[in-house]
C-alpha cells in the first residue's frame, strides 16, 4: 500500500497549492479520503474528507470557502486545493484512506510540507 502526497511547498499569505495523494495497492473505490495536516506541537486535525461512495464532503471550519477536496477514481488520486492560504495553515499535510466498513484498513502518507510565510 501506498499513498504518495506532493505539492507542498512555500507560499505568500493569500496564495495557493494544490496537493495531490496518489494511491497504490488497494481497492481505492472503496476507501473514504481524507486530508488531515498537524503544526508543530499541536495535534493532527481533520482538514477535509469525501466519501467512498457518493463522495460526500467534510471540511473543516478553519478552511471552508479557501480548501476544495476532490477525488479521481480513475486516477486513484485525491487532491486538496488550498486558496487564500493564512500563515495558520503552516502544517504538515497527510493523506489517509480508510476503509469505513473495515476500520482496521487505514492507511497514510509520508506527509507533505506547506509552509505560509511572506
Known amino acids: 500500500v501506498q499513498l504518495v502526497e506532493s505539492g507542498g511547498g512555500l507560499v505568500q499569505p493569500g496564495g495557493s497549492l494544490r496537493l495531490s495523494c496518489a494511491a497504490a495497492g488497494f481497492t481505492f473505490i472503496g476507501y473514504d479520503m481524507n486530508w488531515y495536516r498537524q503544526a508543530p506541537a499541536k495535534e493532527r486535525e481533520l482538514v477535509a474528507a469525501?466519501?467512498?461512495?457518493?463522495?460526500?464532503?467534510h471540511y473543516a471550519d478553519s478552511v471552508k470557502g479557501r480548501f476544495t477536496i476532490s477525488r479521481d477514481n480513475a486516477k486513484s488520486t485525491v487532491y486538496l486545493q488550498m486558496n487564500s492560504l493564512k500563515p495558520e495553515d503552516t502544517a504538515v499535510y497527510y493523506c489517509?484512506?480508510?476503509?469505513?466498513?473495515?476500520?482496521?484498513?487505514?492507511?497514510w502518507g509520508q506527509g507533505t510540507q506547506v509552509t505560509v510565510s511572506s
Open positions: 469525501i466519501t467512498s461512495a457518493w463522495g460526500t464532503i
Open positions: 489517509n484512506a480508510r476503509d469505513r466498513l473495515r476500520p482496521q484498513y487505514n492507511y
